[in-house]
């Protein structure tokens, strides 16, 4: 029996579950470039470019491989506008009696696929994607009689798992399971931040920028300077790179940020990771060896590899708990739209600026900035979860439904009502000044609170504090907060709330 394996633009390893066992003699690939999917978003341009020349890669090693693959390339008038579409032409055409697949990475796609077996009047084969850690159900069983999800004790059941980072007597490497305290440093500058991966784009890659720039100009971003890797090889290749140049440091300066350096000490590889060319255990392992051969920091590599199989894995199992709900919630009970600045950048709040200008440039900002800048704005002011949800996911290179949105709308919206996470992280223009060297260079006065060039994000973040006190005032992480809000002066406090609310007044004009 001839089957019909499909591949996503997310799925392109040779290790994907799709290809177990398959016949290369017998069975039929098929990969696609859609308009559905590519255009369902207003995806940063570089996102595109950086999957479709992937998958064009993979294709081509995959036919190399001995593989018969269709290929569908993106054609703005193409009769085959989503993947169902071609799946069917395809089933016809190779005469294919069953469609396989592995489980795709969005609700929206997994309940389509979920019902072609009616739609195509063939078995369609779902299988679990083994790329992760956890298994959904393993994450359900762990999460299951839990009110609150806490990531620190998932991660040290995937610490166990794994053994990373373990010593043989099961217990943690260095005496303690996480390092996070060692990792708050300020960078001023030194040591040198190192130059990220590079690699000129290639053929393929120089067609799809040009197809990019034609079919799809109105996106967000630019393609300008694509150094993304599109290959396998390359990707591990970016991962040695930072476990030489940017794994020493990425512990200390993990929650810095610069006015002047885009991706300091950060791996860059999440592109990598989320589509496929990089394997999430393979990183993890090399920073674990780094610091056994006493190339890294224990704080550098605990903190790495906590991001991927504590953080990483944990969204991705409270996406697949809770959707499709997951994505309504609003439990902050949030109105307001999300201002135009995140598209153009044009804001004086030189924060604000330089995160959303380096996402147009490069589809990548680093955690830090997408945390306690544009998201923590996001809090403060109270955007819909919908609409920074839907910016989120379009502007991000790696940015795919199962790991955005719980980062969106559970840690920065806290609009789950702190399922995924203990305390809101709203912050004043105190904890960005302290973290960065932003605030010099600013239009804005990080020191002032109330006058007309005060930072914005000051009498917001009172605000804040003031407009939810029934949601957080008996939180016991946020008590210290209601005590510092209620001690100051009763002109102070309203001095502070009609300040935040101009802001609130003019947002789009900050
Ligand atoms: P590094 O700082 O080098 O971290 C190493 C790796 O850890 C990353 O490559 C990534 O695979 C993993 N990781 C770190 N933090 C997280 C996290 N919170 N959730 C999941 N994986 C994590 N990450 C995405 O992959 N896609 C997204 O769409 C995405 N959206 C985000 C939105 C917001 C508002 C926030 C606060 C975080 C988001 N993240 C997202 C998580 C994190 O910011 C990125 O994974 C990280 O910035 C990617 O850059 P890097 O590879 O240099 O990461
Ligand atoms: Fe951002 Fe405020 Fe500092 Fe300006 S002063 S950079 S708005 S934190």
Not at 3 to 32: F, K, T, Y
Not at 34 to 55: I, P, Q, R, T, W
Not at 214 to 221: I, M
Request: proline share 4%; net charge negative; hydrophobic share 40%.
């Amino acid at each position: 029996m001839a089957n019909l394996i499909l591949i996503l633009g997310d799925q392109l390893s040779p290790q994907i579950s799709a290809l177990e066992n398959a016949n290369p003699a017998d069975d039929r690939i098929v990969m696609a470039e859609v308009a559905d999917e590519a255009g369902y978003a207003n995806h940063h341009k570089k996102k595109l470019v950086l999957l479709f020349s992937a998958m064009r890669h993979f294709g081509e090693q995959l036919k190399a491989a001995g593989w018969r693959v269709h290929y569908h390339d993106f054609a703005a008038d193409s009769e085959y506008k989503s993947l169902e579409d071609v799946v069917a032409g395809q089933l016809t055409a190779q005469s294919c009696e069953r469609v396989i697949t592995t489980e795709c990475g969005e609700w929206r796609l997994h309940e389509q696929i979920s019902q072609w077996h009616t739609r195509l009047g063939v078995p369609v084969e779902i299988r679990p994607d083994t790329r992760f850690i956890a298994s959904k159900k393993e994450f359900a069983d762990w999460a299951e009689g839990r009110k609150q999800l806490r990531m620190e004790f998932f991660y040290r059941e995937m610490r166990r798992k794994t053994g990373l980072l373990m010593t043989a007597d099961g217990d943690p490497e260095g005496g303690h399971w996480n390092f996070d305290a060692d990792n708050r440093k300020k960078w001023t500058g030194k040591p040198a931040a190192p130059a990220p991966f590079r690699l000129e784009p290639d053929d393929i890659t120089r067609q799809v920028i040009e197809l990019v720039n034609r079919h799809f100009a109105d996106h967000f971003g630019t393609t300008e300077d694509f150094h993304f890797a599109v290959t396998r090889q390359d990707a591990e290749a970016a991962l040695e790179h930072f476990i030489d140049y940017a794994l020493p440091c990425f512990g200390d300066y993990q929650d810095a940020i610069s006015d002047t350096e885009d991706w300091l000490f950060h791996s860059i590889l999440s592109p990598y990771i989320n589509c496929g060319l990089l394997d999430p255990l393979t990183a993890c392992e090399a920073a674990a060896q780094a610091w056994y051969s006493g190339r890294a920091p224990i704080n550098a590599a605990e903190g790495f590899i906590r991001q991927i199989i504590g953080w990483r894995e944990f969204v991705r199992g409270i996406y697949w708990l809770h959707m499709p709900d997951y994505a309504k919630e609003n439990r902050l009970g949030n109105s307001r739209s999300l201002p135009w600045f995140y598209w153009s950048g044009k804001t004086q709040m030189r924060c604000m600026h330089k995160a959303i200008d380096a996402t147009r440039r490069n589809a990548y900002a680093h955690h830090i900035q997408r945390l306690m800048v544009t998201g923590n704005f996001a809090l403060l002011t109270g955007i819909k979860p919908q609409e920074i949800c839907d910016w989120y996911l379009a502007v991000y290179a790696d940015a795919y439904d199962w790991v955005e949105l719980p980062n969106v709308l559970g840690m920065v919206m806290h609009a789950d009502g702190g399922y995924l996470g203990s305390k809101p992280y709203a912050a004043s223009g105190k904890y960005i000044h302290r973290m960065s060297d932003h605030c010099a260079n600013c239009h804005y006065n990080v020191n002032k609170s109330t006058e007309d060039d005060a930072c914005p994000f000051n009498a917001l973040y009172w605000h804040f504090i003031d407009r939810h006190r029934d949601d957080f005032e008996n939180n016991p992480r946020m008590g210290m907060m209601y005590r510092n809000w209620d001690k100051q002066s009763p002109d102070r406090r309203e001095a502070l709330l009609t300040r935040a609310e101009w802001l609130l007044d003019n947002v789009e004009n900050l």
